[in-house]
Nanobody, 121 residues
Framework: QVQLVESGGGLVQAGGSLRLSCAAS????????MAWFRQVPGNEREFVSS????????LYSDSVKGRFTISLDNFQNTMYLQMNRLEPEDTAVYYC??????????????WGQGTQVTVSS
């Protein structure tokens, strides 16, 4: 069983930056990916970005492409999400996950507890 712990959320003004971290413990197969999702109350969990462990292939949602950067420290088993030029629409709880690597949240088997990101206008 993989345990995931997110950190780095907070309150920031529009145009600002935040860096999220996700520390993983437990076994993650090299064929799996780590990903970031976000969720606003009342909405479905939304894919943000993923990175595949064995070849580093990265996916971004269109809404964050060019503003967010995902990275992975395989030695430390820690994933990061650098979020720049934040917009109020980025406000959500951000979750990290381990699993299949595509954009469907149902493909992921382990989830963190989430970290709140609030962007004020």
């Amino acid at each position: 069983q993989v345990q995931l712990v997110e950190s780095g959320g907070g309150l920031v003004q529009a145009g600002g930056s935040l860096r999220l971290s996700c520390a993983a413990s437990g076994r993650i197969a090299s064929s799996e990916a780590m990903a970031w999702f976000r969720q606003v109350p009342g909405n479905e969990r939304e894919f943000v970005s993923s990175i595949r462990r064995f070849d580093g292939v990265i996916l971004y949602s269109d809404s964050v492409k060019g503003r967010f950067t995902i990275s992975l420290d395989n030695f430390q088993n820690t994933m990061y999400l650098q979020m720049n030029r934040l917009e109020p629409e980025d406000t959500a709880v951000y979750y990290c996950a381990v699993g299949g690597g595509r954009s469907n949240w149902e493909d992921y088997r382990s989830w963190g507890q989430g970290t709140q990101v609030t962007v004020s206008s």
